[in-house]
């Protein structure tokens, strides 16, 4: 695995891992992964299931928004140790990020022994309306993965868009790190002032590759309606809904890493199947 820093649109780290089959002798398929709300490119899972699929000769990129709370001058930083950053995160900026990641992929295409040309987005709840809203915005982008995604950016009541313009912030607690996250007010005014181009099911409408949409039945952070809803504005000549039975947000997986689940499991086939 390379792991490599780049900068964003506005100078900060993004911090790129790269998992590949160095002897494999024809170009690959090209998978970039987005971690969500909260999350981190080395959260639970995710190593083990970019590793899987980087076995089965799909190049596997995913990295860390470069807002998102943890010190990126580390190549595996798993601390949110800058919460200014999370602070200042918006959606903007991760759809940015997300654009850098791509143009570096597609000028470092001659050095790597990947198909630029069969690029895939995938993401995970809030990751996964990242990699929507880019597959519309971006043509370059052929396939799509969403991983219990979100279906809308604007969750908040007013009462509590009241209390967030009166403070200035508000405060989102980790549950497993025990950390009061704050989020400016800058984040609810990027929704409110970038809304049609951060409208997922707009986007979704717009989107005209194929798409493999993956949810669970026992999903408490985004229910699987949502999956339900984006299916519903999916071409479905190019559209797989797979909805699991007796799963969560994170298919059954935790952090730290305590091993693999059937679901997640059958996951990582269903997304090695849909990419090759």
């Not at 979100?150 to 313009?165: C, L, Q, S």
Request: proline share 2%; charged share 30%; hydrophobic share 35%.
């Amino acid at each position: 695995m390379d792991n490599i820093k780049i900068k964003s649109k506005n100078g900060n780290i993004i911090n790129i891992d790269l998992r590949y089959s160095k002897s494999a002798k024809d170009k690959l398929p090209l998978l970039i992964f987005c971690h969500g709300f909260k999350g981190f490119k080395d959260w639970g899972c995710f190593p083990y299931m970019l590793d899987k699929i980087a076995n089965e000769n799909i190049f596997t990129v995913s990295f860390n928004f470069s807002l998102n709370g943890v010190n990126n001058e580390k190549a595996n930083p798993i601390d949110f140790e800058r919460l200014d950053d999370f602070a200042r995160n918006t959606f903007s900026e991760e759809l940015d990020d997300l654009g850098c990641v791509i143009d570096f992929l597609e000028n470092e295409k001659d050095n790597y022994n990947y198909d630029f040309g069969t690029l895939i987005l995938a993401g995970h709840s809030r990751g996964g309306g990242i990699a929507i809203l880019k597959a519309a915005e971006e043509k370059r982008v052929k396939k799509l993965v969403t991983l219990a995604s979100v279906a809308e950016f604007n969750r908040y009541g007013e009462e509590t868009k009241r209390m967030w313009r009166e403070r200035g912030y508000i405060e989102a607690m980790n549950t497993r790190t025990k950390q009061k996250m704050r989020m400016n007010v800058s984040l609810l005014e990027d929704i409110e002032n970038n809304y049609s181009r951060l409208n997922i099911t707009e986007a979704m409408k717009n989107t005209d590759i194929p798409t493999l949409i993956i949810h669970g039945t026992e999903d408490l952070a985004v229910d699987k309606s949502e999956a339900e809803t984006l299916y519903g504005l999916c071409k479905k000549d190019k559209a797989k809904l797979i909805i699991l039975e007796n799963t969560g947000h994170t298919f059954g997986a935790v952090h730290p890493f305590a091993g693999t689940t059937p679901h997640l499991e059958n996951v990582i086939d269903e997304i090695i199947t849909f990419s090759k």
